[in-house]
């Protein structure tokens, strides 16, 4: 996927979700255009680090995290997988790395360096979600919604439903009007018909989660 079909493809979703959706058809009108706008420059190595040093954080402690991170290693635009195998824990712990959290990047690294996590993009081009689904969560510390972020956002795959998120979940309640929380499976069940534009439809539940 490039930039300009991705963009492209957007204009077509909105047609598609809309045609076969009313209730998303409302969404899509009531939100305007979809606003993906995925990471097209970083590396699934760097996507999966950078997810993992932000969960279970506040937005502004994850950023100051981040960057004392990066510092660590000001001759590279992030830091590279050799380079943070080479770091000792108290290096790691050092920027506000959590000991559970400096594990899990290790993990990355490691990946980064057998192959199994590739730092350039172009190593997934081929592969569909799931496969690339289950290659990165052999990794310490990787999920699937973790995965599922990383097509979205890094990769501009259109076609992800992470039904194991609670704002897409809370967004299709309010959509629906449930009086009780859809399950993942039933969301699943119910989110075949936005095929191929799944990222698309998520995007708009989470507009509506939002309120």
Known sequence: MTPGRHNQALEQ???????TDP???????AHGPCGIAPYWKRSPY??????????????????????????????????KPEEVLR?????????????????YI?????????????V???????????????????IKGVGRWTVEMLLIFTLGRLDVLPV??????????????RRTPVTPKLLADHGKRWAPYRSVAAWYLWRAADG
């Open 13 to 19: 979703a909105l047609e598609v979700l809309a045609q």
């Open 23 to 29: 209730r998303m058809a409302r969404l899509i009108e």
């Open 46 to 79: 760097e996507s999966l680090v950078r997810a993992v040093l932000f969960q279970q954080l506040h937005g502004n402690a994850a950023k100051a995290i981040l960057a004392r991170f990066v510092a660590l290693y000001p001759d590279s635009p992030f830091p």
């Open 87 to 103: 770091a000792d824990d108290a290096t790691l712990r050092g920027v506000g790395l959590s000991r559970q959290k400096s594990s």
């Open 106 to 118: 290790r993990a990355i690294a490691a990946g980064a360096h057998e192959g199994v996590v590739p």
């Open 120 to 138: 350039r993009r172009s190593a997934l081009a081929r592969l569909d979600d799931e496969a690339i689904i289950d290659r990165l969560t052999s």
């Open 164 to 177: 194991g998120d609670f704002g897409v979940r809370s967004g299709f309640d309010r959509m629906t009007r």
